[in-house]
């Protein structure tokens, strides 16, 4: 029995994978990045040699949201704090070589740095914010709405280790240096429920192979989803397809039950207000062989 098949036998019930084998299933391995299109550099090989123009920015297709109802004039104060808050080197207005930025110079010390992407409302960002305040705390979320409302929630909680990037994670992929983030969290992300989008979900190798180069050895990837087929996928592409993550579940109740130090957000609320049951993955960066461990 393959390893692969071994990690078939211990997923959850009902997280089929048989359909990933099947022609266009999501997960599939891709030669070109459907989300980039054919041709363009991988995150992180877009610095020029010297000599070099600056390569120009990325074709990069988003799907969803930059924004929602108009935003309050309250709102709209609270994005003025954008200035303090975002992370330096990040935009290509000011880092257009793509070099490479250590996370923890944006909070003037050598602290741990942790990542959540797409932090929707910002209250799960904000709680380990309050609860961990040794450690900085980047969030990427591209619908400004959701941004607003996270600056809100900083000013209230009063916290200052955390960082905010207005846009796409694979902006802040380009310049993050291998083995440089402590942990990441992927929180009900966007289900892309229709199976021809499903290669829009996070959990395909665009995102999960930048994700994988920047994280530490023994980072841990929490993934929280009430998707069963997101279940499904993101098993099967960031533990079964995959060699640098072990799935630390040993039984049913470690993704039934919540995190010890887990905040219900208001995805969660609404999809137990409809039937439906959260399941929370974690994962642990392997060591690379040859390569930094943090």
């Known amino acids: 029995m393959s390893e692969a098949d071994a990690r078939r036998k211990r997923l959850p019930a009902g997280a089929d994978t048989s359909r990933a084998a099947e022609g266009g299933a999501a997960g599939a391995p891709v030669s070109a990045s459907p989300e980039t299109g054919e041709g363009n550099d991988a995150p992180g090989d877009m610095a020029p040699a010297e000599g070099e123009v600056a390569p120009l920015r990325p074709r990069r297709n988003f799907y969803g949201r ?12 609270y994005l003025a704090d954008l200035a303090r808050l975002a992370p330096a080197g990040v935009g290509f207005e000011d880092n257009p070589e793509r070099r490479l930025v250590d996370p923890a110079g944006w909070f003037g010390d050598s602290r741990p740095v942790w990542l959540e992407i797409g932090f929707g409302g910002g209250e799960h960002m904000v709680h380990q914010a309050v609860q961990n305040p040794g450690v900085g705390i980047v969030g990427c979320e591209p619908f400004i709405n959701g941004v607003a409302m996270l600056i809100g929630k900083i000013r ?3 916290v200052e280790n955390v960082r905010v990037w207005p846009g796409d994670v694979r902006d ?3 310049v993050l240096p291998d083995a440089s983030i402590d942990r990441a969290f992927l929180l009900y ?3 892309w429920p229709k199976r021809r989008h499903h290669k829009r979900r996070f959990v395909n190798p665009e995102f999960l192979d930048p994700l994988a180069r920047v994280l530490k050895t023994g980072a841990i990837f929490r993934v929280a989803t009430d998707i069963g087929d997101y279940v499904r996928q993101t098993l099967e592409e960031v533990w079964i397809r995959r060699r640098d993550f072990d799935w630390l579940a040993e039984g049913p109740e470690d993704w039934r039950n919540p995190w010890p130090d887990w905040i219900p ?6 999809a137990l207000r409809e039937g ?7 994962f642990k960066r392997r060591a690379k062989p040859g390569g930094p461990t943090g």
């Open 276 to 282: 439906r049951r959260p399941h929370y993955l974690t």
């Open 66 to 77: 930059r924004m929602g109802k108009r935003l309050r004039p309250s709102q709209k104060r």
């Open 172 to 174: 802040l992929f380009d």
């Open 189 to 191: 992300p966007d289900p």
């Open 156 to 158: 209230a909680a009063g």
């Open 265 to 270: 957000t208001r995805y969660e609320q609404k």
